[in-house]
């Protein structure tokens, strides 16, 4: 039965193991100096081999020869291992066995000690996907196992596990295999295979595993099942759907040219070939990232996971943008893929993120269009200089005197000038307030004594006003209400003759005063009489 080439070649040592030089080293001194812990995990990205290692340590520790970090590979113990039939290595599917009740068993199994090797070793695959009750269960045991016990936690989402399973474990973190080092192992075993494979063939097949050995050793075997014994890179994209280079550059092509309507051809060729816009922008974004890093770091940059030919060519097209433009480019494609995972019209969305690019492309820096205004004009600042004398023949005119201050006299009639001053300032109230009062200068204050019926009619606002209006703004003054004698109502103006009283004034000045406004805009209602309490009241 045909075996397929990830598990046909799957490394048996630690020789084997690609990369992961950090955690080779440590298992190895771990189990040379008798240092082996009970509990360990394995983290890391699919395919870079963690099950695998969890089998190699295995095989160290029940060697007949071991502890050894070299297994003889000839005893019965290394051979039931390799085949998957020890009945001393225990292998568990977390994903399928991962409730308490299973975990129960597990530690149950625990307590008998190996049938014939030194070590029982439990692996736990997919260890993450085990519950919370399941970990509590396996808590103690992980804790305080017997000396024969060996826990492996193989997870690629190391966060899940629980902080009280991972305090009682070392963690051993895997790193994605380099890339270089895959085109080199699945060189190897073309060779064993009698497969002819070219370096763009085998680079298209590991920049399909991501970095996996076993995603990229499967894409190896589908790609022999399809071409044969001789790999074409042409056959092997379009069988693993990838994009050449020149497939990729007809975008760039479009974008220096700032050409939308070869975006949108693109987009309706790959539409009719039946391509997937996910994948297409998806490569588009690699893509213009690896031109974005070679742009910056040069086309010899290990960080960009290409064939040879495939940096240089990426190398010429990279110099014909600048870095603002390749950030812009890769950050809009990055959008357009996040967007497509979501969208139900896919086509629209990949012309619409297509064209936006193109319209970037049209961007110009800050400093480009400054640059476009030209030289900034040079303003001058006028310097004023005194205006010379006038000619001898013209007099000058002379500035005008300042006003001089109104006179304030005891003598005069202060009651018929603040009655004046109110009526053109509009205060009639408080002009008659005024014409009913005693007003005199004493010791230069101004004293009004008012009738307690005015009250309402004349206060220091009102009087403040009209000594503003006479220009005497910093005269005392004290408004006293209290008797008044009777007074002969002041001198008519001969400038401004005050209007005559209305019959109803009594009626109106009373509507008129802001708290009888108040009280009916709450109260509303109607008033018909209005009458001087002081006058007697008849019906």
Aim: glycine share 6%; hydrophobic share 40%; net charge negative.
């Amino acid at each position: 039965m045909y075996q397929v080439i990830a598990r046909k070649y799957r490394p048996q040592s630690f020789d084997d193991v690609l990369s992961q030089e950090h955690i080779k080293t440590t298992l190895r001194n771990a189990i040379a100096q008798n240092r082996i812990a009970h509990g360990y995990i394995f983290s890391g990205q699919r395919g870079t081999g963690k099950t695998t290692t969890a089998r190699i340590i295995a095989r160290c520790l029940n060697c007949e020869k071991g502890p050894t970090d070299k297994p003889c590979d000839v005893c019965a113990s290394c051979l039931e291992i390799k085949a998957g039939g020890s009945p001393d290595v225990i292998e568990i599917d977390a994903a399928s066995n991962r409730g308490i009740n299973e975990m129960r068993e597990l530690r149950e199994n625990v307590r008998y000690q190996p049938a014939r090797d030194r070590y029982k070793v439990f692996i736990i695959d997919e260890a993450h996907q085990i519950t919370s009750e399941a970990f509590n269960a396996l808590l103690k045991t992980i804790e305080e196992p017997p000396s024969w016990a060996v826990f492996i936690l193989c997870t690629t989402e190391s966060h899940k596990i629980p902080a009280t399973i991972a305090s009682r474990c070392q963690h051993f973190s895997f790193r994605s295999v380099d890339f270089n080092d895959l085109i080199e192992r699945m060189r190897e075993i073309c060779i064993e295979e009698g497969i002819e494979a070219d370096d763009e063939s085998l680079s298209v097949i590991a920049q399909a595993g991501e970095g996996s050995v076993r995603d990229s050793l499967s894409a190896l075997d589908q790609a022999i099942a399809c071409c044969g014994n001789k790999l074409e890179a042409a056959a092997v994209r379009a069988l693993l759907g990838a994009f050449s280079i020149d497939a990729m550059a007809r975008v760039t092509t479009a974008l220096a040219n700032q050409d939308g309507g070869a975006t949108l051809a693109l987009v309706d060729e790959l539409e009719r070939n039946g391509g997937s816009p996910q994948h297409f922008s998806r490569e588009l974004s690699r893509y213009l990232r690896n031109l974005l890093v070679t742009k910056i770091s040069g086309g010899d940059s290990r960080l960009v996971t290409a064939s040879p030919s495939e940096r240089a060519e990426m190398a010429r097209i990279a110099a014909s943008f600048s870095e603002e433009d390749l950030t812009r480019y890769l950050q809009l494609a990055l959008d357009l893929f996040r967007d497509l995972q979501f969208s139900l019209q896919p086509r629209f969305h990949l012309e619409i993120g297509l064209l936006k690019m193109v319209q970037a492309g049209k961007l110009s820096s800050i400093e480009e269009a400054l640059a476009s205004l030209g030289p900034a004009p040079v303003i001058t600042k006028a310097i004023s200089k005194p205006a010379p004398p006038p000619p001898a023949s013209v007099p000058a005119v002379a500035p005008p005197l300042p006003k001089a201050p109104p006179v304030i006299s005891a003598t005069d009639d202060w009651r018929a000038r603040l009655h004046t001053a109110m009526l053109e300032k509009g205060l009639k109230f408080s002009a008659d307030a005024i014409a009913q009062s005693e007003v005199a200068l004493v010791n230069n204050e101004l004293q009004i004594t008012v009738s307690k019926q005015f009250q309402l009619d004349l206060g220091r606002e009102e009087v403040l006003t009209t000594l503003k209006h006479l220009g005497l703004p910093a005269l005392r003054f004290k408004v006293v209400f209290g008797d008044v004698k009777s007074a002969a109502a002041p001198a008519p103006d001969t400038k401004k003759q005050a209007p005559a009283p209305k019959e109803d004034e009594v009626t109106e000045r009373a509507l008129a005063h802001p708290e009888v406004q108040r009280f009916r805009e709450l109260f509303g209602g109607e008033v018909r009489t209005v009458r001087n309490l002081k006058e007697p009241w008849n019906e």
